[in-house]
Antibody
Framework: EVHLVESGGGLVQPGGSLRLSCAAS????????MNWVRQAPGKGLVWLAR????????TYADSVKGRFTVSRDNAKNTLYLQLNSLRVEDTAVYYC??????????WGQGTLLTVSS | QSALTQPPSVSGSPGHSVTISCTGT?????????VSWYQQPPGTAPKLVIY???NRPSGVPDRFSGSKSGNTASLTISGLQAEDEANYHC??????????FGGGTKLTVL
């Protein structure tokens, strides 16, 4: 069974940094493209970033390009999202997803990041 | 990349049908058959219910169906049940090799 568990969320001051992690199990992580999606309180889903299976190809939403960095450690079956220069509007639940061909069939439970002074 | 356009809310009575629309552009919805739909009850993670416009993952009831015409995709839920009450989100792959979601639609079963 596919299992994705995000961690690393919490309370951060504006301008701060944080790294989110997503521990994967139940599938061959090193063969899977992975993505990050976030959801602000009471709002819709927003796609953030994709990384291909070997970590070479990374794509970002314009809204986070230059501030967020997606990476992975296939030896540890773990996906990461480094978030820098955080803003109040980055407050959201952050989900990691295992990509299907062009959809997201598997999601973690999410980790909440609150950016506030 | 602008978000896809969904109605904020729809409602229907048990046993009836509802349709949720998702409008994009030729750079996303209209350009590819790569639209997916997600069901999200409050406080839970999204669940894929339709992929590639009209395909259902294993375990999703055939009451859920998807279609597309031009730049607008649609999710239809027939034979509404109380358990269908949730937020529904559409998504599309785009010409920039990225994804875009809609703003979400709250389905209320009356």
């Amino acid at each position: 069974e596919v299992h994705l568990v995000e961690s690393g969320g919490g309370l951060v001051q504006p301008g701060g940094s944080l790294r989110l992690s997503c521990a994967a199990s139940g599938f061959t992580f090193s063969f899977s493209d992975m993505n990050w999606v976030r959801q602000a309180p009471g709002k819709g889903l927003v796609w953030l970033a994709r990384i291909n299976s070997d970590g070479i190809l990374r794509t970002y939403a314009d809204s986070v390009k230059g501030r967020f960095t997606v990476s992975r450690d296939n030896a540890k079956n773990t996906l990461y999202l480094q978030l820098n220069s955080l803003r109040v509007e980055d407050t959201a639940v952050y989900y990691c997803t295992r990509q299907g061909e062009y959809s997201f069939p598997y999601w973690g439970q999410g980790t909440l990041l609150t950016v506030s002074s | 990349q602008s978000a896809l356009t969904q109605p904020p809310s729809v409602s229907g009575s048990p046993g009836h049908s509802v349709t949720i629309s998702c409008t994009g552009t030729t750079s996303d919805v209209g350009g590819y058959n790569r639209v997916s739909w997600y069901q999200q009850p409050p406080g839970t993670a999204p669940k894929l219910v339709i992929y590639e416009v009209s395909n259902r993952p294993s375990g999703v009831p055939d009451r859920f169906s998807g279609s597309k015409s031009g730049n607008t995709a649609s999710l239809t839920i027939s034979g509404l049940q109380a358990e269908d009450e949730a937020n529904y989100h559409c998504s599309s792959y785009t010409t920039n090799s990225t994804w875009v979601f809609g703003g979400g639609t709250k389905l209320t079963v009356l």
